[in-house]
């Protein structure tokens, strides 16, 4: 079975809660990290829900601050035949993300999520995304998502936690680099 530890994650969040609202935020955080779980665990999605547009754009739009005019689905095949020069620069969203959040959490935080995710979920669930590029999308989504809820910040966490449930079954890879607004995101 790969390595998954759901109690490390929820004794982490906790312990290091400096206030109420990190404590019923750390609550939310295990909910969305649910399914990142059974998928490690299981190999499967759990919820299987058709793509809503209007949904992903949203999700989008929230965690980015960016602009979604259009969203170009894709299948999990497209990296490969598109190759990487396509995801160059900050367009891509775990660049995205980067830009818009890490000078907002504390060094310490950060370490001590990276640390607590990859001992908890992450070495369980390489492997089991899409692809790499999925990968590299719920890595910085469900990182900065811990980040806030340790930090009590409700409102960054009701901008991530759109993208983190909609992370299982799709992966927002960036904006076109042809098009400005159009997000390139691959379903199965």
């Not at 079975?1 to 400096?18: G, N, S, V, Y």
């Not at 990190?22 to 998928?39: C, E, G, M, N, W």
């Not at 490690?40 to 949904?55: D, K, L």
């Amino acid at each position: 079975m790969p390595r998954t530890d759901r109690a490390a994650l929820e004794r982490f969040l906790l312990d290091l809660a400096h206030n109420q609202a990190a404590v019923r935020l750390s609550a939310t955080a295990l909910k969305l990290a649910h399914p990142f779980f059974v998928l490690a665990e299981s190999g499967q999605v759990p919820v299987r829900r058709p793509f809503r547009y209007s949904a992903a754009a949203r999700a989008i739009n929230l965690a980015t601050g960016r602009a979604v005019e259009r969203i170009t689905l894709v299948s999990p095949g497209f990296t490969f035949t598109h190759g990487p020069g396509w995801m160059v620069g900050d367009r891509t969203l775990a660049a995205v993300l980067r830009s818009e959040y890490f000078e907002q959490v504390p060094e310490f935080v950060r370490d001590y999520a990276w640390n607590a995710l990859w001992d908890s979920l992450w070495a369980g669930l390489k492997g089991k995304l899409m692809d790499d590029s999925h990968w590299e999308s719920v890595r910085p989504a469900l990182f900065y998502l811990t980040c806030f809820c340790l930090l009590g910040d409700r409102q960054k966490v009701a901008r991530l936690a759109p993208l983190v449930s909609l992370l299982p079954r799709s992966n927002p890879l960036g904006e076109s680099r042809d098009r400005n607004n159009d997000w390139v995101v691959i379903t199965d």
